[in-house]
Each structure stands twice: as structure tokens, then as C-alpha cells.
């Protein structure tokens, strides 16, 4: 594996990242003392996870990753660019959680000159939806976090952050803090404003929306399946965009969703669309 320095800091090549894990991990054994972790510290900030404690009837559990970004800091978003590692959140097979799905705040974009990336420069809080069997309250949760913290170079933060949903349920603060990161996310997008359409001009994706004309208008990408896109870039028109196509499938047997956060000023939608 290659760390190439890129500009005053340390980037991760996202095919080298189980390597990157073993070489840099950073593991923590936290008791277990209520239905939230305690704080993982480390160079750059410090994280921890918090949940509600009581899992919906259908089996859902939400919770929030905070990360706590020193100040000069910054961590990733879903999609970091073209430097840089995504958040990732599992647990083991036996612990109940089927599936975790993270949602992310409106990002924010850095050009460093030789490389750009997006992520977020202050403290950010993810939202995340744990998926378990009905009826389910398991005990003794044991989330495997990694993430990048970076200020001159980033550091790889792998680490195992404990907890018992069953301990300190419905604990007031920490439900204030699991709300806030879900009412921190973009609302879901609409025909009022959303992506229309999008399809491919040879090597350049084109991105229609329904947003009205404004200057402040943004659109993050969220490669998948094999894509990856350049930063979108605004049309004369303000309001639809078109984007490099840097990686494509080889091929492909079903389309592909890509994930897209647009953003104007306050107001900020997520959705989705499809790609051949």
C-alpha cells in the first residue's frame, strides 16, 4: 500500500483501506455503562455513539456517531473525493444489527490545490438507523468504527466503541442528542426541488433539477457501484450541472442508484437516481 502525500497532508487510497486499517488501527476497549459509549479519544478529536436505547416495534434503533473535530480539523462525508475514506459503521454478524444506514449533513468542499475533498470542519454528528430483528433489544452492542481525521495529514481512527441499548433507555440527553443529528440531515427531495434527470454525454454526467435560478446552488455526488464523479460543476443556467465521469463499470447488469445532496444557502434536499 502507498500513502501518498498530497499538499501538506496524508491521503488514503480507498482500494488500499483494509490495509490502511491493519497498519494504523487504533482499538479501545470501552466498558459497557449505559446505552451510549463513552468518548474514544485520539489525535484530531474524539467520537463516541449514542443511541435512544429502545428499539421501534419494526426493529429499528436509532443513534448518532458524534465526531468531535478539534479546531484546524476535518473529517470525511459519504463521498470524500478524490483523497480520503468514507465513515464506516458494522457490527459483528452475532450481534443482531442486520444493516446500519448513516446519514450525513450537508457537506462542505476543500481545495487544497493538488487535491479536493468533502467533509466537514467542525463538530458533525452522523444519524444512524440500526437495523435489527422485531422485537429485538440486543445487549452489549460492539460497533467497529473507522474514519479519517485530518488537519496536515489525516489519521486513519479505527476503534471499537461499546454500549448496552438496555442500560439507561430513553435517557433524555442522549435522546436530544440522536434528534439533533436527524434533524441536522436535508429533508427528502421533491418535484419542488430535486434532480430531475440525469444521463451520461459521453464521458460527463448531466444533472437537471427543478431548484430555481440561484447562484447558490450546490450538488454533492455519491459514487456507487463502480462510478465515480468529478466535482459537478454549474451550468450558465444556475441550476443544472454536469460532472466528469473519472470511473465507470466495466459492466454493469442492473442500473445503478447514486445518492446526490443539493443544497441551496439553508435549504438542503437528498435523493436519489439511477444510472444505466
Not at 440527553?173 to 418535484?191: H, M
Request: aromatic share 8%.
Amino acid at each position: 500500500m502507498t500513502l501518498g502525500r498530497r499538499k501538506k497532508r496524508m491521503s488514503f487510497s480507498r482500494h488500499a483501506i483494509t490495509a490502511t486499517m491493519l497498519l494504523a488501527a487504533l482499538p479501545a476497549a470501552v466498558p459497557v455503562q449505559a446505552a451510549s459509549s463513552d468518548w474514544y479519544e485520539t489525535e484530531g478529536g474524539r467520537i463516541r455513539l449514542v443511541t435512544t436505547g429502545a428499539p421501534s416495534p419494526e426493529g429499528t434503533l436509532r443513534a448518532a456517531l458524534q465526531v468531535d473535530v478539534a479546531p484546524g480539523w476535518k473529517t470525511y462525508w459519504r463521498d470524500p473525493g478524490d483523497a480520503g475514506v468514507p465513515p464506516q459503521v458494522t457490527f459483528p454478524a452475532d450481534s443482531g444489527v442486520r444493516d446500519v444506514s448513516i446519514g450525513f449533513p450537508v457537506p462542505k468542499r476543500f481545495d487544497e490545490g493538488s487535491a479536493a475533498w468533502t467533509g466537514y470542519e467542525w463538530p458533525v454528528s452522523l444519524a444512524l438507523t440500526l437495523h435489527l430483528e422485531p422485537g429485538e433489544t440486543p445487549r452489549a452492542l460492539e460497533a467497529d468504527v473507522f474514519l479519517g481525521l485530518c488537519e496536515t495529514i489525516c489519521i486513519p481512527v479505527q476503534t471499537k466503541l461499546t454500549l448496552d441499548p438496555a442500560r439507561k433507555a430513553d435517557d433524555i440527553f442522549d435522546r436530544s442528542v440522536v434528534n439533533a443529528a436527524f434533524d441536522s440531515l436535508p429533508a427528502k427531495a421533491s418535484p419542488a426541488f430535486g434532480v430531475t434527470s440525469a444521463r451520461r454525454q459521453g464521458d460527463t454526467l448531466a444533472v437537471e433539477t427543478t431548484a430555481k435560478n440561484t447562484e447558490t446552488l450546490d450538488l454533492f455526488l455519491a459514487g456507487s457501484g463502480g462510478y465515480q464523479f468529478g466535482e459537478p460543476v454549474r451550468a450558465p443556467d444556475n441550476k443544472s450541472f454536469t460532472a466528469r465521469i473519472l470511473t465507470e463499470p466495466k459492466s454493469a447488469t442492473a442500473p445503478t442508484t447514486i445518492l446526490y445532496t443539493l443544497s441551496a444557502g439553508e435549504t438542503a434536499v437528498q435523493g436519489q437516481f439511477t444510472l444505466p
